[in-house]
Nanobody
């Protein structure tokens, strides 16, 4: 069963922009802390951004000032706006939901920056 569905990945030149989307089941969107991770080839999965229900959105130092996470409550969807992309941003990006008793992953979407 699918609880998180990502879209918006693709290929872009360095300096360009992409926006990722992740639509979640309503109960997940409303009760879990949503976020984005990424995994580059040969590297471990790393946190990109995370929105806490009772706190501010946090970002990895490597993306601060370039990436912005937002959400549309009516659509149960979170977004990751990625600007000024760099080659080192190339990775599979995963939507995540940290819930009280479980952690959910999306299927991942490829972002390639050349």
């Amino acid at each position: 069963h699918v609880q998180l569905v990502e879209s918006g990945g693709g290929s872009v030149q360095a300096g360009g922009s992409l926006q990722l989307s992740c639509e979640a089941w309503k109960y997940i969107f409303r009760s879990c802390d949503m976020g984005w991770y990424r995994q580059a080839p040969g590297k471990e999965r790393e946190l990109v951004s995370r929105a806490f229900k009772d706190g501010p959105t946090t970002y990895a130092d490597s993306v601060k000032g370039r990436f912005t996470m937002s959400q549309d409550n009516a659509k149960n969807t979170i977004y990751l706006q990625m600007n000024n992309l760099k080659t080192e941003d190339t990775a599979i990006y995963y939507c995540s939901a940290q819930c009280l008793v479980a952690f959910h992953w999306g299927q991942g979407t490829q972002v390639t920056v050349s």
